[in-house]
């Protein structure tokens, strides 16, 4: 359906529109050729031309090139640019890169770029500095950027207070439409975007908020309370930035007023942060399943030897736990080798199947698809379920198989009925220990994992050597 014709802004009728296609790899971050042109300038020490080559970079963008180049380019890289890189560039590294940036700055450098960022951003960089640097810092700062930021340090690491920014546009109750347009017009201190005014009483207490292209559809002489949504999402301070990502989600969201203990509002938490949340938190869940604790792409090896060594340590003891109850079988093994090349795959069978099962249960807590006090059973019934169909399948297959290779009948029944047993044990076990773990207070992400291994792999060598001692010797 055509539209209505829009009249061209005068000066515009014989300007040629530009139509450009961009490649679908080069919608974001650097390009490969982009990556070579700055190797090529580095390497010859063409200060003027690694400049020009970043200047219309987004910092985003930016600080992905830091992050592709090599530990000596990137040195090189950031003692020429440093000077013109911009403060967004930085909050924008991976954690590891950052500290090495920050750590070539002087606390003079630092309290600049602090006070070019947002206060989420600012105080994100300030709590990894060393205390010494970072008081250095904030005693550089204007007095009430300084009390904002201290303020900010105070609030637990993964709450709506480290997650929000100070700066929002909160409008008195009192004003009309044409007051809230002239004071966005004139006012010098407004936060370079936003998408809500929220509307405050005499208290600093939020009563309603207006979407900005409501407030300048409406005419001048209306009342802010006359076109304000009075249901409020509000996010109190110590709230867990889970939650906070969770509220954003379920009720879409584009920013929420955080209040304080006495309900006044004293920051505003924006979508852009909350996109970044719900991607740590969901990479947090995933590298935690496998037993790493962090992205530690960038951090030096000795630091991540150090942070998955705890993680093969506990892989240790579960070996030696399952090995503990392999030796109970000697006599058995010593009688019937093949169960040597058989029992591995009851145990990896199971394991893999709880990993499957764990995945979707921690991930439906995450969501709140599932609580420890709702659908919990419909929950375990259906993995139940699938792990006993799957088991048959497999049991069958395998059990064909088993009996088959060695020309023992009687050998692929135990291998079939260990599977059925270990697989519906995995599907019940990884449903379990996850919501166990969260009602207790743990993170099931972390733990699970863990301990599903250790019960698949022992009760997998368990049934089926057990199964052998009791029907072949």
Partial sequence: MAGPEVEKPTGEEDRPTIVETVDEEELYGPSEELLENINAA??????????????PLHPADVADLIEHLEPEQRKLFLDITRHALEAETISHLDEALREEVVDQMAPAELAEVVT?????????????LDADTQQQVLDSLPAEDRAYLEQGLTFPEDSAGRLMQR????????????????????????????????????????????????AMR????????????????????????????????????????????DGRLIGVITVDDVVRVIDEEAEEDLLNIVGVSDTDFHAPAYKTAFLRVRWLVVTLVN??????????????????????????????????????VITVTVRALATRDITPNSNVMRLISKELAVGLMNAVVFAIILGAVGGYWFGHIGLGFVLGGAMIFNMV????????????????????????GPFLTTTTDCLG????????????T
């Fill in 42 to 55: 580095l390497a010859a020490g063409d200060i003027p031309v690694v400049e020009s080559l970043i200047e």
């Fill in 425 to 448: 044990w995995a599907g019940f076990a990884g449903t379990v220990i996850p919501l166990v773990m969260d009602r207790i207070g743990l993170d099931p992400a972390t733990g699970a």
């Fill in 461 to 472: 060598f368990f049934a089926f050597l057990g199964l052998a001692t009791l029907f072949l």
């Fill in 167 to 214: 700066e929002l546009v909160a409008i008195s109750d009192q004003w009309n439409v044409g007051e809230t347009v002239d004071y966005l017009r004139n006012a010098e201190d407004l936060p370079d975007d936003f998408y809500d005014l929220y509307i405050v009483d005499a208290d600093k207490k939020p009563v309603g908020s207006v979407p900005l292209s409501r």
């Fill in 319 to 356: 070996t030696l736990i399952a090995s503990f109850v392999i030796s109970r079988f000697e006599g058995t093994i010593g009688h019937y080798p093949a169960l040597a090349v058989l029992m591995p795959i009851t145990a990896a069978m199971g394991g893999n199947a709880g990993v499957q």
């Fill in 116 to 128: 070019e960022l947002d206060t989420d951003d600012a105080v994100d960089l300030l709590e990894d």
């Fill in 218 to 261: 409406s005419k001048r002489d209306i009342k802010l309370t006359d076109v304000m949504d009075e249901e409020l999402r509000l996010v109190p301070v110590d709230t867990d930035q889970e939650a906070v990502a969770y509220l954003f989600r379920q009720y879409g969201l584009v920013s929420a007023p955080v209040v304080d203990g």
